[in-house]
């Protein structure tokens, strides 16, 4: 995968918003931005309540993504431009899990709702219309997802990487800082983890640094490109930013995302727990 | 026609609540710390839209919601110092807090 590949400017979005077998979709948490304007055509996942199961703490199965994206209007062979909020963590999220159903082709817009509208591009707000489809994914791929059991056995072995803020990773927060703080998980990081915050992969406007920056600021923070690599943060989102960066645009091998990540890890009887800025002992 | 819900200040998923709700009983300030305020333009008026942007005492980013239609904008960070730091159409601006527990209050003004 290369950035050619996988990311598109707002630029291109804006030239290519009627182009067929295009399919703009916006992915949050919270669908409020949504309704109250968003790329014209686009259509809405919502986070929560269409990508994870009511029921069980698990993504949607199979089945279920199947007559979502059915339900949508998005059919196997469309090319999926993923956007939203909160610098694209929930986009990236989707990205993500759409590479772990198997869709040919996704795309991340570069930038996300903020540079859009911080271009003053222009947003609507009428819902699209769009034919079901039948759509059919793969089983996932789970060469792309880690489970907590992977997290514990790559301490001290592989490139784990923590993507929180440094104040989550020390352990002098529980969470992103506009969220209150009580919380249920022990605080601190992952014994060995490194932390690399996702922020240091992007711009201001919320676009992805260039490919070298990038590459200069995984390789100054320690990671061992001879090394498999997990990236982890709260509840997975963010981390799947990272694990486009380090996938989808570098191009390095075996990147899992861990998307259980610290409030599954932090809840966990009897695991290690480092605390302070440093990565710890194994 | 039902009638639109505000999303709860919860934890469980990572989005910025509602930035106009009013804090939650939940919310202990005996033990939060809680950034809050307005971001307004040069002439005083608030900016809705705006998004701002919580940095740590070495810069880096922490946090970031997007303001209120009256400009508003709230963090739950720790006692300690902090920069805000605010984008929008109508240009960028910065303000610094020394934060203590319970509620914390500031503008920041944007310019271009």
């Known amino acids: 995968m290369s950035r050619d590949s996988s990311l598109v400017s707002a630029d291109w979005a804006e030239k290519n918003l009627n182009t067929p077998g295009v399919v703009f979709v916006e992915v949050d948490e919270d669908t409020t931005a949504y309704d109250g304007g968003h790329i014209a055509g686009a259509v809405k996942l919502d986070w929560r309540q269409d990508l994870q199961d009511p029921v069980r703490r698990d993504?949607?199965?199979?089945?279920?993504?199947?007559?979502l994206l059915s339900s949508r209007g998005i059919a196997n062979n469309d090319t999926v431009v993923l956007y939203g909020g909160n610098n694209n963590w929930f986009a990236a999220y989707a990205y993500w899990y759409f590479t772990l159903y198997g869709h040919?082709?996704?795309?991340?817009?570069?930038?996300?709702?903020?540079?859009?509208?911080l271009d003053a591009r222009p947003l609507v707000k009428d819902l699209p219309q769009r034919e079901a489809t039948?759509?059919?994914?793969?089983?996932?791929?789970?060469?792309?997802?880690?489970?907590?059991?992977?997290?514990v056995r790559a301490i001290g072995v592989q490139n784990l990487v923590d993507v929180r803020s440094p104040d989550e990773y020390a352990g002098r927060l529980l969470a992103p800082a506009h969220l209150p703080q009580e919380q249920a998980q022990r605080a601190g990081h992952i014994p060995t983890a490194l932390s690399v915050p996702w922020s240091?992969?992007?711009?201001?406007?919320?676009?992805?640094?260039?490919d070298d920056e990038l590459r200069t600021i995984y390789g100054d923070a320690g990671l061992d490109d001879s090394k498999d690599t997990i990236a982890?943060?709260?509840?997975?989102?963010?981390?799947?930013?990272?694990?486009?960066?380090?996938q989808e645009l570098l191009g390095k091998k075996n990147v899992k995302n861990y998307d259980g990540s610290w409030t599954e890890y932090g809840s966990l009887v009897g695991v290690p727990v480092a605390l302070g800025d440093e990565p710890g002992e194994a | 026609m039902t009638t639109p819900i505000a999303p709860p200040v919860t934890a469980d998923g990572c989005a910025a609540p509602d930035q106009a709700a009013p804090l939650p009983l939940s919310v202990d300030l005996e033990k939060e710390t809680v950034i809050t305020g307005i971001v307004l333009a040069e002439g005083g008026d608030p900016v809705a839209g705006a998004y701002v942007r919580l940095?740590?005492?070495?810069?880096?980013?922490?946090?970031?919601?997007?303001?209120?239609?009256?400009?508003?904008?709230?963090?739950?960070?720790?006692?300690?110092?902090?920069?805000l730091r605010a984008l929008s159409r109508f240009g960028n601006g910065d303000a610094q807090v020394t934060a203590e527990r319970g509620v914390n209050q500031l503008s920041v003004t944007v310019s271009s």
């Open chain 1, 200 to 210: 240091k992969a992007a711009n201001e406007d919320g676009t992805f640094k260039s």
């Open chain 1, 232 to 246: 982890y943060c709260r509840i997975g989102e963010r981390s799947s930013h990272t694990w486009f960066v380090l």
């Open chain 1, 104 to 117: 040919g082709d996704v795309k991340l817009l570069d930038g996300g709702r903020k540079k859009w509208e």
């Open chain 1, 134 to 151: 039948q759509y059919s994914a793969k089983d996932q791929d789970l060469s792309i997802r880690a489970f907590r059991d992977d997290a």
């Open chain 2, 55 to 83: 940095l740590d005492r070495s810069g880096e980013f922490t946090a970031e919601v997007v303001t209120s239609p009256a400009g508003q904008f709230r963090f739950f960070a720790a006692p300690g110092t902090w920069t």
């Open chain 1, 59 to 67: 993504f949607v199965n199979k089945q279920q993504f199947e007559a």
